[in-house]
């Protein structure tokens, strides 16, 4: 209730979620408006900022101008740099980034086990202690074969770094590669004071069961968030996945209506109103650049009103062309 959030100060932070819109703008226009938490901006042509909130990602964005995306607060937001960790809060919500040169941490694996590690023990100091939401970033995901393939020595580092700071449950997440040609893995993360609920697919085998097929690390993801203050729900990238399969190989149309129906499946398990419109930003990562258009007609056609921002980035599975993640707004 409202008045409830008006009477007790420290529910009233998680009142409300941090707000996510793509704008075009200016980066530091963007960090110059209050409660502004993160400032995401995507693609090669975009410059580094000394700001702890700004977050430069390797991902190609189809649109141009790129949009930036923008996670705003109620309260007032401070920043800093801890080791390689950059990071805000405001409001009860921490927002943390890191970003690792492979070659400076051995390989993929290694990478990732520190970056986890130093996600993990940074936020174990913090109050905002509840991890609910990640996002990974990594070059050429698909290469290698087998349990050697890249994605998969992810999934072994990642589990590695985090221990047992996840054991309440894991966090959502996305995890999808990038075309840029500097072996750099971008790790980003919302944690708030206040725990979420975890919320999984009826129609799909929580990553965590993965049979062994899909690696010896099963991905370490809840499938979408309640963020505490229940107005807001996470959603982790979504995929042609049927219990745990791939569906519709090679099939982009297929894949995208598969996709759309789990993410369906997400709002009426996490008890969300249905269907996505102005209040669910959402992004699609396209495999081919050459699908792009497709994508595009297909927010228009689907989910007319979202809005959406799609980016050239490669699924964790070499058959899988396309992926959505995103917000879903009360
Ligand atoms: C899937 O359903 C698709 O490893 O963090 C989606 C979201 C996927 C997150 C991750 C992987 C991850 O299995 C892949």
Request: some cysteine.
């Amino acid at each position: 209730m409202v008045q409830g959030c008006e009477m007790v100060a420290s529910q009233a932070a998680h009142c409300r979620a941090p707000q996510v819109s793509y704008r075009n703008m200016e980066a530091a226009a963007a960090l110059a408006e209050p409660g502004m938490l993160a400032v995401i901006g995507f693609g090669a042509g975009r410059a580094e900022a000394d700001d702890p909130r700004w977050l430069a990602l390797a991902l190609e964005p189809f649109d141009a101008p790129a949009p930036l995306e923008c996670w705003t607060v109620e309260g007032e937001v401070v920043a800093g740099c801890t080791g390689a960790i950059r990071w805000s809060r405001g409001g009860g919500w921490l927002f943390a980034s890191i970003s690792l040169d492979e070659t400076e941490h051995g390989d993929v694996e290694s990478t990732a086990e520190h970056a986890y590690r130093a996600l993990a023990g940074f936020v174990a100091e913090q109050p905002e202690q509840h991890v609910l939401r990640v996002w990974n970033y990594l070059t050429a995901i698909n290469d290698g074969e087998g349990d050697a393939e890249r994605y998969k020595r992810f999934c072994n580092g990642r589990a590695r770094g985090m221990g047992n700071a996840f054991g309440e449950g894991f966090p959502a997440a996305t995890a999808i590669g990038h075309l840029d040609r500097r072996p750099l893995l971008q790790v980003y993360l919302l944690a708030s004071t206040q725990p979420g609920l975890r919320v999984e697919n009826p129609r799909q085998v929580s990553a965590w069961r993965y049979p062994r097929q899909y690696g010896p690390t099963p991905p370490s993801f809840a499938r979408a968030m309640r963020l505490p203050g229940s107005d807001a729900l996470a959603i982790s990238g979504t995929a042609a996945v049927i219990g745990h399969a791939s569906a519709h190989h090679d099939d982009l149309q297929a894949q995208l209506e598969e996709t759309l129906a789990n993410l369906e499946a997400l709002l009426s398990s996490a008890d969300m109103p249905a269907g996505f419109d102005t209040h669910s930003p959402l992004k699609a990562y396209v495999r081919h650049p050459a699908d792009a258009r497709a994508v595009r007609d297909f927010f228009r056609q689907r989910l007319p009103g979202v809005p959406a921002l799609l980016l050239h980035g490669d699924i964790c599975r070499s058959e899988l062309l396309v992926e959505i993640d995103g917000w879903r707004y009360a």
